[in-house]
């Protein structure tokens, strides 16, 4: 009887890799802390293999389990994440201008860069007073409601442009645009100014004025906003601080700070 070849590595380990993956993306900001069979339901899996998989991701320390027996995001996978060249790179060349813009304004300082066609923040400082935020550090966010959103949004190819616009948007006040008209004339008008706006469209008592952050070639990979309460400041004149702490920035980013 013929001896069966052997299955290759990747035919074994690809499908464990994504189902291990898989149990990782389960965890959210409102899901932190899961038990073995919360994970297998919200994984679609049978307890049985989640438990197995818990068991590497436990021993690699992906994960951590506490005394109540649930399971928590583990510090490993935060050190991993914090060698990506756009978050960290770009984190520790603008965090001296984003204190100093926090100490000028006693404001909200946010930094971010797109992934997709979604925001990803990679930095905040919080001011002492100011107004409260739904934004978190590593925390994601519609590209077309926030200050941060719509300059990268501006500055994306096309493509991804049309996708943002083509798919629905998610409304968060009264005044969040959703219609794609208005939309597009917002991302003209922040090309043309140098700086976008966006006034109530996270909360109600929230105005965010957002700069881009430029890399050597001088295409857009990051932007800088404050977030300040409405009413408390015009935009026109909180731009100025942002566009100089925007091309402090963009003249400090490290060559390993890349476009996505």
């Not at 500055?155 to 409304?171: G, K, S, Y």
Request: aromatic share 4%; with cysteine; charged share 20%.
């Amino acid at each position: 009887m013929p001896i069966p070849a052997p299955r290759q590595p990747a035919e074994r380990t690809g499908p464990v890799v994504a189902r291990a993956l898989q149990i990782l993306g389960v965890f959210t900001p409102d899901r932190r802390a899961l038990t073995l069979s919360e994970l297998a339901r919200h994984a679609g899996m049978p307890v049985s293999t989640v438990h197995r998989l818990v068991s590497d991701l436990v021993a690699w320390g992906a994960l951590e389990r506490d005394p109540a027996g649930c399971f928590h995001i583990g510090l490993r996978l935060w050190e991993l994440g914090s060698l990506a060249p756009r978050g960290l790179g770009l984190r520790e060349a603008a965090l001296p201008y984003l204190e100093d813009l926090s100490q000028v304004t006693r404001e909200n300082v946010q930094l971010a860069v797109r992934e997709g066609t979604e925001v990803v923040f990679v930095e905040r400082i919080a001011g002492s007073k100011a107004v409260p935020v739904l934004t978190r550090v590593g925390g994601r966010f519609a590209l077309t409601a926030t200050g941060v959103g719509l300059v990268l949004l501006a500055h994306a190819p096309a493509d991804v442009q049309e996708q943002v616009l083509n798919a629905p948007i998610t409304r968060y006040t009264e005044r969040t645009m959703t219609d794609p008209r208005h939309i597009r004339a917002a991302l003209a008008d922040t090309r043309s100014r140098g700086y976008a706006v966006s006034d109530r469209q996270v909360t109600m008592d929230a105005l965010s004025v957002a700069a881009p952050i430029r890399d050597a070639q001088g295409e857009v990979t990051a932007a800088v906003s404050l977030v300040v309460r409405h009413g408390g400041a015009a935009p026109h004149t909180l731009a100025p601080l942002l566009l100089t702490s925007a091309r402090a920035i963009s003249r400090a980013l490290p060559a390993a700070v890349t476009r996505p």
